[in-house]
């Protein structure tokens, strides 16, 4: 079945520095979400990316689409206390369901 | 944003017996609704999709008569698990989407202990 790993699997960074996880499928996805979980809660979605190469920004956090559909990453500038948590890609071949990624669990350091 | 609850947010139960939860979405109608298993520091895995009116779709792997999946309404979707035991141990989370395909809203989740 299909598989979506992440990379790496733990982060830690010292405030202010950057951090980027990667997301990899071995099928050619339709469209990739990302969601974000802080300990103890729920995942809380981030954004959608459709189009190959697509890429979009949300203040300091970036979303990239491969241009193969395959793959995708999140790349968080000056990294602040608040990203604490893991962060999960979610990804579909075409059906409605998602398959989450393994998630990168990322701790920031003041 | 939309908003999904699930009750109980943590149930603790003997082993064998069956126990019930319920996710539900607030201010919107969701014809289809995800089921979710999270251990400790791991990911989502997708159980079941939950379908109004009709079975659901079971992963592969997962027990359909272990895991009792219903969605009578457009609101309201319950997972019986069945005869549990310790290993049904776990971190239970619902979730829908707006629109088929899209964002999903997730329920704050179950944590089900199984003594």
């Known amino acids: 079945g299909q598989q979506v790993m992440q990379i790496p699997q733990y982060q830690h960074v010292q405030e202010g520095e950057d951090f980027t996880t990667y997301c990899n499928s071995s099928?050619?996805?339709?469209?990739i979400q990302w969601y974000k979980q802080r300990p103890g809660g729920h995942p809380v979605f981030l954004i959608q990316?459709?189009?190959?190469?697509e890429v979009k920004k949300q203040k300091r956090l970036t979303f990239q689409f491969g241009e193969a559909k395959k793959n995708s990453s999140l790349h968080i500038t000056a990294t602040q206390t608040t990203d604490v948590g893991t962060y999960f890609c979610?990804?579909?071949?075409?059906?409605?369901?998602?398959?989450f990624g393994t998630g990168t669990r990322l701790k920031v350091l003041a | 944003g939309a908003v999904v609850s699930q009750h109980p947010s943590r149930v603790i139960c003997k082993s064998g017996t069956s126990v019930k939860i319920e996710c539900r979405s607030l201010d919107f109608q969701a014809t289809t609704m995800f089921w979710y298993r999270q251990f400790p520091k791991q990911s989502l895995m997708l159980m079941a999709t939950?379908?109004?009116?009709?079975?659901?779709?079971?992963e592969q792997g997962v027990e359909k008569d272990k895991f009792l999946i219903n969605h009578a309404s457009l609101t309201l979707s319950t997972l019986t698990v069945t005869s549990a035991h310790p290993e049904d141990s776990s971190f239970y989370i619902c979730?829908?989407?707006?629109?088929?395909?899209?964002?999903?809203?997730f329920g704050p989740g179950t944590r089900l202990t199984v003594t």
């Open positions: 979730s829908a989407p707006l629109i088929a395909g899209s964002e999903q809203y």
């Open positions: 099928t050619t996805l339709s469209n």
């Open positions: 990316l459709v189009k190959s190469g």
């Open positions: 939950s379908n109004e009116g009709s079975k659901a779709t079971y």
């Open positions: 979610a990804a579909t071949s075409g059906t409605y369901k998602y398959i």
